[in-house]
């Protein structure tokens, strides 16, 4: 029986959405920058080495935007592409939301910047900020707006220049992260499910283990905070390595409950391209196979909100998904965040 007539799918929100108006990925798109930053390359810049980092993270290379290259440029190019795999055209677009922790700047917010350059200029435009659980908030969000029938067409957008943060004489953490940006188009898609369910969390409590102090009304831009490196990110990484896992496998659990599946039937599972080590620890927590996941970080980094759009991109283009596959994405991020959503391709 496929997933489409399958009557495991009895969870309310799924009920909600076969009665009402479903909400479908019609189109992703991503981009990540030229410049690649090898851990060759960082062995130069920091004490560290080729083998320390890929024993840690599984991370051999990411992608540094050029100094002109913005995340809103980020973001446009890959709405572009998704807009382009979708089949729509600019003018289409009711609303653009792009999850982002390095906005261009702290307003006008960068999803009017994206608006501005694909030309959607009928569409809405806002921000949100769930750092690398951003993706999947937005999805969530985007999908509200299509099943109350508000607008038919969303554009969502995960888009990071993580260089732009990062502390290059901090070897636990420049190692980490990369630049890139994801895109999905979102509409309804006749006889299909689409986005079955998507489950958010957040612990406010842990906000210090990764965060970035400087720059926001609490601690602005000052001769003394700059001297103090107070504008870079920081990160407890033990700590934050162990609610990751825990959030991750939590969210993913509670997000087939809901749809009264079991981990074997999703056919691709793509996980927040943080560690390696964190994605082996929720795998095997989740009963799933190796071939299940989908691992793109070794040549991307942590890219942030942009991670599970460029990933999921990546993994259609590569043929690992196809029309009708259930799709597991689950995500973890500063705040702390967390999510996951179950997608019926």
């Known amino acids: 029986m496929s997933p ?44 560290t080495t080729d083998e320390w980092i890929t024993s ?4 051999k290379e990411r992608r540094i935007a050029a100094a002109n290259e913005f995340t809103s440029d980020l973001g446009a190019k890959a709405a572009q592409k998704a807009m382009a795999n979708a089949g ?32 959607a200029t009928r569409a809405a435009a806002f921000d ?5 659980s951003g993706f999947i908030y937005a999805l969530e969000i985007g999908q509200q707006f299509i099943m109350s029938r508000t607008y038919d067409t969303v554009l969502v957008i995960g ?75 920081r990160m407890e990484g033990k700590e934050t390595f162990k609610n990751a896992v825990q959030a991750m496998c939590t969210a993913a659990q509670e997000a087939l409950r809901r749809c009264e599946i079991d981990i074997t039937r999703i056919k691709c599972i793509i996980p927040h391209q943080a560690n390696r080590r964190i994605i082996d620890a929720v795998a095997d927590r989740l009963g799933a196979t190796p071939e299940q996941c989908f691992i793109n970080l070794h040549h991307t980094g942590n890219t942030s909100a942009a991670s599970v759009a460029i990933a999921l991109d990546q993994a259609i ?29």
């Not at 009402?20 to 004490?47: H, Q």
């Not at 840690?56 to 991370?59: A, E, P």
């Not at 489950?199 to 001297?227: I, Q, R, W, Y």
């Open 4 to 47: 489409t007539t399958h009557p495991s799918f009895r969870n309310p929100r799924a009920r909600h959405n076969f009665l009402g108006r479903t909400c479908s990925i019609t189109g992703v798109g991503s981009y990540i920058p030229e410049r690649v930053l090898t851990n060759a390359d960082l062995e130069k810049m920091v004490s």
């Open 128 to 132: 949100l900020e769930a750092a690398c």
């Open 317 to 345: 283009e590569s043929g690992r998904i196809q029309r009708g596959d259930l799709v597991l994405l689950v995500v973890f991020g500063a705040g702390l965040t967390w999510g996951a959503a179950v997608i019926e391709w």
């Open 159 to 233: 888009a990071e220049k993580l260089s732009s943060i990062v502390d290059w004489e901090d070897r636990n953490t420049c190692v980490l992260f990369g630049d890139g940006a994801g895109a999905a188009i979102l509409q309804n898609r006749p006889n299909s499910h689409g986005l079955l369910t998507a489950v958010m969390g957040a612990d406010g409590n842990k906000s210090e283990l990764l965060f970035m102090p400087g720059g926001g009304s609490k601690c602005p831009a000052t001769h003394d905070s700059v001297n103090a490196r107070l504008h870079y990110l």
């Open 56 to 59: 840690r993270t599984g991370i």
């Open 88 to 119: 729509i055209t600019a003018d289409q677009i009711d609303l653009v939301i792009v999850a982002t922790i390095t906005p261009d700047m702290p307003f006008p917010s960068t999803a009017c910047l994206v608006q501005r350059k694909i030309g």
